[in-house]
Nanobody, 117 residues
Framework: VQLQASGGGLVQAGGSLRLSCAAS????????MAWFRQTPGKEREFVSG????????YYKDSVKGRFAISRDNAKNTVYLQMNSLKPEDTAVYYC???????????WGQGTQVTVSS
């Protein structure tokens, strides 16, 4: 599986962005998908995840109520809708595919999100 993340950019605080992660291959629907983010000098952190069926979703506490993850298995794509963005959301965002929540087999290249105050 190859993952291609897109949709990042520069936005003012309070604004919105939608990230997309397009996957190649026919096995996308069998993978759980997640979004992580990383800022310089810090470890990559889990932001949100979605089960292969799309019926279960998980969020980092600080993004609950502001971010929404979804997937379209027919389009091999996972999305992260980010609303009410804050400067502390600034990071490089990565999508990942895995069989378990603890281990991810494939990673996208990252897309920069910058939120100005």
């Amino acid at each position: 599986v190859q993952l291609q993340a897109s949709g990042g950019g520069l936005v003012q605080a309070g604004g919105s962005l939608r990230l997309s992660c397009a996957a190649s291959g026919q096995t996308f629907s069998t993978y759980l998908m997640a979004w992580f983010r990383q800022t310089p000098g810090k470890e990559r952190e889990f932001v949100s995840g979605i089960a292969s069926s799309g019926r279960r979703t998980y969020y980092k506490d600080s993004v609950k109520g502001r971010f929404a993850i979804s997937r379209d298995n027919a389009k091999n794509t996972v999305y992260l809708q980010m609303n009410s963005l804050k400067p502390e959301d600034t990071a490089v965002y990565y999508c990942a595919a895995g069989r378990t929540w603890e281990n991810y087999d494939f990673w996208g290249q990252g897309t920069q999100v910058t939120v100005s105050s």
